[in-house]
């Protein structure tokens, strides 16, 4: 038999989480969009994004969903790595596909 624990989660740990699952949906939100370009393009004969920066995006709110599922069901210092682990994913994803 497992205690759980019973004491408040710390109102920094919260708005982190709120913060990484804010980043995380933008990212799924993201990829679901180029997706629907991507075959709205193709359909038409018009470039669209690409194959390659579809899946990229597809790549990064998956791990993104992944990590904010894992954080959300954590506490301590697994909510900040998973919650970095987004941040991170989210300005990769859009250096990479956006900015450069």
Same mark, same amino acid.
């Given at each position: 038999?497992?205690?759980?624990?019973?004491?408040?989660?710390?109102?920094? =740990?919260?708005?982190?989480?709120?913060?990484? %699952? $804010?980043?995380?949906?933008?990212?799924? /939100? /993201?990829?679901?969009? /180029?997706?629907?370009?991507?075959?709205? *393009? %193709? $359909?038409?004969?018009?470039?669209?994004?690409? /194959?390659?920066?579809?899946?990229?995006?597809?790549?990064?709110?998956?791990? =993104?969903?992944? *990590?904010?599922?894992?954080?959300?069901?954590?506490?301590?210092?697994?909510? $900040?790595?998973?919650?970095?682990?987004?941040?991170?994913?989210? =300005?990769? $994803?859009?250096?990479?596909?956006?900015?450069?």
């Amino acid at each position: 038999m497992t205690m759980v624990d019973s004491r408040p989660e710390p109102r920094v =740990a919260k708005v982190w989480r709120g913060v990484s %699952g $804010t980043l995380a949906v933008g990212l799924v /939100l /993201l990829a679901l969009a /180029l997706i629907g370009v991507q075959v709205y *393009a %193709g $359909t038409r004969d018009l470039p669209g994004p690409g /194959l390659d920066v579809v899946a990229g995006h597809a790549a990064a709110a998956v791990a =993104a969903a992944v *990590a904010q599922v894992l954080a959300d069901r954590r506490t301590g210092r697994a909510v $900040t790595l998973c919650g970095l682990v987004v941040v991170v994913l989210t =300005a990769l $994803t859009m250096w990479f596909y956006w900015w450069a």
